[in-house]
Nanobody, 122 residues
Framework: QVQLVESGGGLVQAGSSLRLSCTAS????????IAWFRQAPGKEREFVAR????????DYVESVQGRFTISRDNAKNTAYLQLNSLKPADTAVYYC???????????????WGQGTQVTISS
C-alpha cells in the first residue's frame, strides 16, 4: 500500500511554469508506476502523463507533449510533473496516482493523492 501527497500547485500567468511533486509514504514506491491525471470543472478526470517504475519510459497525452515532463526520484519516494508554457486550458486539479501496472486508464490506478489546484490566468 502507498499513500500519495501532491504539492506545488498555484495561480500563475499563461506562459509560466510550475513543478508539481507527488511524495509517497512507504518503502515500496519504486515498485509502482506513477501517473498524473487532471480534472477541470465540469469535466472528466483525464490522463496527463505516466512513468514506469525505473523512470525510463514516460508517456504523455498529446495536448501536453513537449510542454510537460514527468520524472521520478525513487530514493526520495517522489515523482514530479514539470509544467512549462502553461495555458488557461491547463487549469485543473492535478492528481498523482500509483499502480503496479497502470495504463492510461483512470480505473487502472488504485492509489490516489488528494490533488493540487493549478490555475492559469490569461
Amino acid at each position: 500500500q502507498v499513500q500519495l501527497v501532491e504539492s506545488g500547485g498555484g495561480l500563475v500567468q499563461a506562459g509560466s511554469s510550475l513543478r508539481l511533486s507527488c511524495t509517497a509514504s512507504g518503502r515500496t514506491f519504486a515498485t509502482y508506476r506513477i501517473a498524473w491525471f487532471r480534472q477541470a470543472p465540469g469535466k472528466e478526470r483525464e490522463f496527463v502523463a505516466r512513468i514506469s517504475q525505473s523512470g525510463a519510459i514516460p508517456d504523455y497525452v498529446e495536448s501536453v507533449q513537449g510542454r510537460f515532463t514527468i520524472s521520478r526520484d525513487n530514493a526520495k519516494n517522489t515523482a514530479y510533473l514539470q509544467l512549462n508554457s502553461l495555458k488557461p486550458a491547463d487549469t485543473a486539479v492535478y492528481y498523482c496516482a500509483a499502480s503496479l501496472w497502470g495504463t492510461v486508464q483512470r480505473n487502472d490506478y488504485h492509489y490516489w493523492g488528494q490533488g493540487t489546484q493549478v490555475t492559469i490566468s490569461s
